[in-house]
């Protein structure tokens, strides 16, 4: 059993920035996924890493603006989240134990409570 921690959420205005954090309470060979989830729409996968190799994914509307990277030695993953756009705004949720296709939020095992981003325009 792993658990997942999220932190870092908060109001930002249009163009800011944010770290979220997905603190693990073991280390997982696996990927950790970010997803996040606005009112009225389905889950979706944002950005993975994966916490041996280092591999990186992402949907296309983040690329060039959000980064995701991993810190092993605090079992720890972070998503740099720059120039923020008021769409951006969601519960954002941290996931691994993915066995099949990465986006695919069904088929992630561990979840995290989330974290709310707010962005204002």
């Known amino acids: 059993q792993v658990q997942l921690v999220e932190s870092g959420g908060g109001s930002v205005q249009a163009g800011g920035s944010l770290r979220l954090s997905c603190a693990a309470s073991?280390?997982?060979?696996?990927?950790m996924t970010w997803f996040r989830q606005a009112p009225g729409k389905e889950r979706e996968a944002v950005a993975g890493i994966h916490t041996r190799f280092g591999g990186t994914l992402a949907t296309d509307s983040v690329k060039g603006r959000f980064t995701i990277f991993r810190d092993n030695a605090k079992n720890t993953v972070y998503l740099q989240m720059n120039s923020l756009k008021p769409e951006d705004t969601a519960m954002y949720y941290c996931?691994?134990?993915?066995?099949?296709?990465?986006?695919?939020?069904?088929?992630?095992?561990?979840w995290g409570q989330g974290t709310q981003v707010t962005v204002s325009s």
């Open positions: 996931a691994t134990g993915l066995s099949g296709s990465w986006p695919i939020a069904s088929n992630y095992k561990y």
């Open positions: 073991a280390y997982i060979d696996n990927f």
